[in-house]
């Protein structure tokens, strides 16, 4: 069976449970009505035959009855809605194969202009890797997925990445399960930073007295109604008492009002963190950082779960007081925001110090379900061999993994050394480009810890750096040609950074489409020349493309150059492109061939 055709199954299997657990929610609708009509109609009927006895055993069976019935309604729509999002979800993994996205995230919040290659090789954005990784739902889960695309890491901590993904691409019921749970709340998507503040935050306790008080007060307060109900007292006495109560909860007011403000935004997506949380305590797998995420996600006495759907019922039932007709007819008589604020500080003490390391340890475990499923949908992609030494980079039947596996052309291709320049040459709509982006985008994966699209792939820990779609700029005055300047600058100051300069630093991986060509022909060739003579002295290698044939005569003279190229053929007047890489300098191009296509006249300047 392949991989689209599970999906489609899924698909199809959920799609039948949803309308099940639909047809059992609308039957436990119905049921609910009758109860709660016929249990009304028993009480009455039993209090107009003087039964009082009996008619409150019939309310009390009545209400018990109708609670019953409402839990098991709720348990059902919540099963009815994870079955429609799986369903979602085995469609989007679908879609995903034939490089359609159905989840509206791209990722672009993180985009940075001046990054060092995110742009040039579609990291972010409506076609991008981003789009293509992402499973993750939580603020923590994309930011995670984000840096770990934006910041390529070091061997140790990709192989660990890789270990827990190919322990995780197999359970395919957990990975689908646990992204549907993420479904069921948008506001999960919300950042967790104020929430995280008001947990770690040095705050001054609250006043030791008030502790007693929060108890005593409406003990009393309960005693003076009673005893103006049964005519002890007169109602002004009520009202006294009330009026202390205003007095003792102005004291707090400030405080529960910033509380409040603080945690109302992510209150109701703490019943889905709960579940989730509970479900990733239960991950399975001995790779280490699995083994970490569990450790993290038990660190107290307390699991994670626990200690989220505790704080979910203590600030949901804080933010009762922003309705103002509980605050004014029970809020005060309780001093409700004084036992709140007393049991959530309580909560903030014992595990407010955990809380941002949980966040981040989902946020982890969505990014490597995000790697994990991206493995399961691609089962003939490689899982990169990380090394540890030199530059390498070895790739064989490598395509480009944004484009549909049945549209993409794999070429071969190494790469080992500091200061070697591989130079490619090609006519135009050739390949050039898209094959700089293949190699990037791969070694962006690799890195990131995830498949890459290739039969093997043998990469070691590189900066990747491009200079692929320089653009002018209206608001800075700058051109295209300048722009591109600029760009070459900063590839020269971080090839400046090498590892026996900076300790830490790895050596640079350069790709640069179309070098210098804002510039005239000879300006294009001196400068394209010198750049590379000069790239050479450091640590850094890399792709240059171009049209400038002289340039790959620097093979003559210099060998950390090599020279490969794309081709076209011209067949009964129709350019034909094969999109695979050659040896040696490109000896065809086609522009004459387009710009008689369109009506230039050629040959009449050949004559």
């Known amino acids: 069976m392949t991989i689209e055709n599970t ?50 055993g019939a309310l009390l069976i009545g209400l018990v009855g109708f609670l019953f019935l409402l839990k098991k309604h709720q348990a059902v729509r919540v099963q009815r809605d994870i079955n429609h999002h799986l369903v979602f979800v085995n469609r989007d993994e679908a879609a995903r194969l034939e490089r359609r996205y159905l989840r509206p995230e791209t990722g672009e919040q993180f985009a940075n202009p001046a990054h060092y290659y995110a742009g040039d090789l579609d990291v972010f954005g409506k076609h991008s890797l981003f789009r293509l990784l992402n499973r993750t739902h939580t603020h923590e889960g994309q930011n995670r997925l984000a840096t770990w695309l934006q910041t390529p890491s070091g061997p140790d901590a990709i192989r660990l990445r890789q270990q827990a993904a190919t322990e995780l691409k197999a359970d395919l019921d957990w990975r689908q399960q646990f992204e549907a749970l993420a479904y069921t709340e948008e506001t999960i998507t919300r950042s967790p930073e104020e929430l995280v503040k008001w947990a770690t935050a040095d705050v001054t306790p609250l006043p030791g007295y008030l502790n007693i008080v929060r108890f005593v007060f409406p003990a009393i307060t309960l005693g003076i109604v009673i005893a103006w109900l049964t005519g002890y007292v007169p109602g002004v006495a009520v009202l006294l008492a009330l009026a202390v109560h205003s007095g003792m909860l102005s004291q707090t007011s400030a405080r529960a009002k910033e509380v409040s403000e603080q945690t109302f935004e992510i209150s109701a997506a703490l019943w889905s ?94 990014a490597l379900n995000s790697l994990a499923g991206f493995s399961y949908a691609h089962p003939t992609y490689a899982t990169p061999d990380i090394v540890d030494d030199q530059l390498t980079l070895k790739i064989k039947l490598a395509a480009h993994p944004l484009l549909p596996p049945d549209r993409s052309v794999a070429n071969s291709l190494t790469l080992v050394g500091s200061g070697q320049t591989i130079l490619i ?183």
């Open 273 to 366: 963190y709960q579940t989730l949380y509970k479900y990733a305590e239960q991950v399975k797998g001995q790779a280490l950082r699995l083994q970490a995420i569990r450790d993290a996600l038990k660190s107290t006495d307390k699991s994670a779960s626990e200690a989220i759907g505790q704080l979910f019922q203590l600030t949901e039932g804080l933010n009762y007081r922003r309705n103002p007709y509980f605050y004014l007819f029970f809020g005060i008589a309780t001093l409700w925001d004084i036992h709140y604020l007393f049991r959530l500080e309580h909560w903030r003490k014992e595990h407010g110090p955990h809380l941002s390391r949980w966040f981040d340890a989902l946020g982890e475990l969505e």
């Open 425 to 607: 040459t090609g006519s135009n709509m050739s390949g050039k480009s898209t094959f700089l982006r293949t190699v990037g985008a791969n070694v962006i994966l690799a890195l990131a810890g995830a498949v890459v699209s290739a039969k093997e792939f043998v990469c070691s820990p590189v900066r990747v750096f491009t200079s692929m779609r320089t653009q002018d700029s209206l608001e800075e005055s700058t051109s295209s040609f300048y722009a591109e300047l600029k760009r070459l600058q900063t590839l020269i100051n971080l090839s400046k950074q090498s590892p026996t300069t900076l300790p830490g630093s790895v050596p640079v991986l350069y790709f640069l489409d179309e070098i210098l060509k804002g510039t005239n022909s000879v300006d294009r060739h001196r400068g394209a020349e010198a750049l590379i003579r000069q790239l050479h002295r450091t640590t850094a290698s890399g792709f240059v493309s171009t049209h400038d044939l002289e340039l790959g005569q620097l093979t003559d003279s210099s060998d950390f150059v090599r020279n490969y190229h794309f081709q076209s053929d011209l067949h009964n007047g129709e350019l034909l492109f094969d999109y695979t890489l050659r040896d040696g300098i490109c000896k065809s191009f086609n522009a004459s061939q387009l710009m008689q296509a369109i009506g230039i006249e050629i040959d009449a300047v050949q004559k």
């Open 7 to 56: 999906f489609q199954q899924r698909e199809q299997q959920f799609s039948k449970a949803e309308q099940v657990a639909q047809q059992q929610y609308n039957q436990l609708a119905f049921w609910r009505l009758v109860w709660f009509v016929g249990s009304v109609a028993g009480v009455w009927l039993l209090i107009r035959l003087d039964q009082q006895l009996g008619a409150v």
